[in-house]
């Protein structure tokens, strides 16, 4: 079993940055492949990115291309989001997960821990 826990979420205004932490206890961190998702009122859960228990391989959708870096620091067992240029759309409650896997997992299904969630306001 793994537990996660987020942190750095807030509100902030469109173009500013925040950095999302999620910090992990339990079976061994370096087994697993984390990804970061979010979801916003009335809609689905949706991918954001993702990176292999190695940290050599990272995954990003489309929409945050070229703003978001997912990062991870295994010695401290803990997974980052970092999130610049920030858009009103991209408002959400971001959550950290799990996947017992070496490579990277797009997928809700192909992730096995979940954490609470932290939420990420952006205002025009």
């Known amino acids: 079993q793994v537990q996660l826990v987020e942190s750095g979420g807030g509100l902030v205004q469109a173009g500013d940055s925040l950095r999302l932490s999620c910090a992990a206890s339990?079976?061994?961190?370096?087994?697993?492949?984390m990804g970061w998702f979010r979801q916003a009122p009335g809609k689905e859960r949706e991918f954001v990115a993702a990176?292999?228990?190695?940290?050599?391989?990272?995954y990003y959708a489309d929409s945050v291309k070229g703003r978001f870096t997912i990062s991870r620091d295994n010695a401290k067992n803990t997974v980052y989001l970092q999130m610049n240029s920030l858009k009103p759309e991209d408002t959400a409650v971001y959550y950290c997960?799990?996947?017992?896997?070496?490579?990277?997992?797009?997928?809700?299904?192909?992730?096995?821990?979940w954490g609470q969630g932290t939420q990420v306001t952006v205002s025009s």
């Open positions: 997960a799990a996947s017992y896997t070496q490579v990277v997992v797009t997928t809700i299904s192909g992730y096995d821990y």
């Open positions: 339990g079976r061994t961190f370096s087994s697993y492949a």
């Open positions: 990176i292999s228990w190695s940290g050599g391989v990272t």
